[in-house]
């Protein structure tokens, strides 16, 4: 069974569908998560992707923490997922 790969994406994501690609292209599923939802939808590990959420209008990161989907990110890893964060994404 193909493992299912959550991809984040924020307003100023970018790479988004080159880690969908990846993920794909190694046998998974990629599903794109809107940061505006709640729901990480039952995937097996989650990338956030580089670019420039929101902006960055105060700093890298600063107003995506507040996202929805990254309560459920941060949930998700408290419980053992994998998460990967690139470039911007990792300062999420």
Same mark, same amino acid.
């Given at each position: 069974?193909?493992?299912?790969?959550?991809?984040?994406?924020?307003?100023?994501?970018?790479?988004?569908?080159?880690?969908?690609?990846?993920?794909?292209?190694?046998?998974?599923?990629?599903? /794109? /998560?809107?940061?505006?939802?709640?729901? *990480?939808?039952?995937?097996?590990?989650?990338?956030?992707?580089?670019?420039?959420?929101?902006?960055?209008? /105060?700093?890298?990161?600063?107003?995506?923490?507040?996202?929805?989907?990254?309560?459920?990110?941060?949930?998700?890893?408290?419980?053992?997922?994998?998460?990967?964060? *690139?470039?911007?994404?990792?300062?999420?």
């Amino acid at each position: 069974m193909a493992k299912t790969v959550g991809v984040v994406v924020f307003p100023g994501t970018n790479c988004e569908m080159d880690a969908v690609f990846a993920v794909e292209r190694m046998g998974g599923e990629g599903r /794109l /998560l809107w940061h505006a939802d709640d729901d *990480i939808g039952g995937v097996d590990a989650v990338i956030v992707p580089g670019g420039f959420a929101h902006g960055d209008y /105060l700093r890298p990161g600063a107003i995506a923490r507040f996202s929805p989907m990254m309560g459920a990110v941060a949930g998700f890893a408290a419980d053992g997922g994998p998460v990967l964060g *690139i470039c911007n994404g990792f300062q999420v």
